[in-house]
Structures are given as C-alpha cells and as structure tokens.
C-alpha cells in the first residue's frame, strides 16, 4: 500500500519504466494478429465468392443458345488455375470434359478428366475415374477403361461399374468373366431396387450367343 497519491504514482511510473516495451509489443502484436486475421478472412470470403461468380458465368456461357468458345477456353482456365483449391477447378475440368465428349473429340476428354482425377477430393474420384473409363471404352481402350474402373473404391459405384466391366470383358472376348460381372451388376440391382432390364438382356444375349 502506498501512503500518499505521489508514492502510487512513482510506483506505477515505475512499473511502466521497466515494463512498458512488453506491454505495448504485447498489444502491438494482438492487434497485428487479429488485423491479420480478420484480413485472411475478409481475403478467403472475397476469394470463395469470386470464384462462385467465376464457375457461374462458366455456367451461363455453357448454357448459351451461343456459348463463346475463346471465352468458354479462358474461363475453365482460370477456375483450374485461381480457384482450384476451392474445387471449382474440378468441376471446370468435369465441364470441360463434357463440352469435348458432346463434341465427339474423346482424346480431349481425357487430359480434362486426368487433371479432375489428380485435383478432386476422394469422395469425388469415383465419379471421375468411372468417366473416364467411359472414354476409354468408347476409345476402344479397353485395357485402360478396366485399369481406370478397378481403381475406384467404395460401393455406390458398383452396379454401374461391374456392367461397364462385363461390357468390356465381352469386347475382349472373354464372355465368361463378362456373365460374371453383369451377374454382379444384376444382383446389386435387385438388392438396391433399381429396374435395369438392360443387365438381363445383355445375360440373356450371352446365353442365345452360347
């Protein structure tokens, strides 16, 4: 305790003498951290909405009675390169892929859908790796359209993917490994309701075949 106001006020000149540098570093360094931090912030949200806005004029050019081409072409690059990590670049890559299928240019599919597979997230590598084998089969790449399928994971693919693969195993004349997988395809079918009288037709095709 101190005896007179003059004895506080030395003391906490004091204190300040010998403390004040930490205390105003302190609250200089505070400030800098949260300035920073609302900058980042304020800096990520601006980045995630221009590229929000970036994938949707994509959209509208792609959806244009007219689409531009060179524009089409500068705005897939863009969203690959400056907004890759916010997995617009992905789904560029996917509408690029499509734009050169429709077109009937199915070598140019491929490179689009490589950078897709190489850029995505797994939950979405599936998807990817099934298109490509799509491509790769509609290439005659049958080889490839089977390393392409046996690489995907997970199960919600597999009624799709083991018909796709009973299709290329009969393209390379093996019918017996291709009644096996559009037997698996069937079953799966029938476990998950869902009517694809194709599966059974391609079975029944194999057997008139035999």
Same mark, same amino acid.
């Given at each position: 305790m101190y005896e007179t106001d003059q004895e506080q006020i030395e003391a906490i000149k004091g204190w300040w003498n010998k403390n004040g540098n930490w205390v105003i570093g302190g609250c200089l360094a505070f400030i800098v951290s949260y300035i920073g931090l609302y900058m980042y912030q304020d800096s990520a949200q601006t980045h995630r909405v221009a590229g929000s806005k970036a994938y949707e004029q994509l959209l509208v050019n792609l959806t244009s009675e007219t689409p531009d081409s060179e524009a089409l072409t500068a705005q897939i690059e863009?969203?690959?390169g +400056?907004?890759?990590?916010?997995?617009?670049?992905?789904m560029a890559a996917l509408q690029e892929a499509k734009v050169a299928v429709?077109?009937?240019?199915?070598?140019?599919?491929l490179p689009a859908l490589d950078w897709a597979a190489k850029n995505a997230e797994a939950e979405l590598l599936t998807v990817i790796l099934y298109r490509k084998a799509v491509v790769q089969y509609a290439l005659d790449d049958l080889d490839g359209a089977l390393t392409s399928l046996n690489a995907m994971s997970g199960t919600g693919h597999q009624t799709l993917s083991f018909e796709l693969k009973g299709d290329i195993l009969l393209a390379q004349g093996k019918?017996? +490994?291709?009644?096996?997988?559009?037997?698996?395809?069937?079953?799966?079918?029938? +476990?998950?309701?869902?009517?694809?009288p194709y599966l059974q037709l391609k079975l029944d095709d194999l057997a008139v075949a035999e």
């Open positions: 863009l969203l690959k +400056e907004y890759k990590d916010l997995g617009y670049g992905v429709d077109a009937g240019k199915l070598e140019s599919a019918p017996d +490994e291709a009644r096996k997988a559009y037997k698996a395809a069937l079953d799966l079918s029938s +476990e998950q309701d869902i009517n694809n």
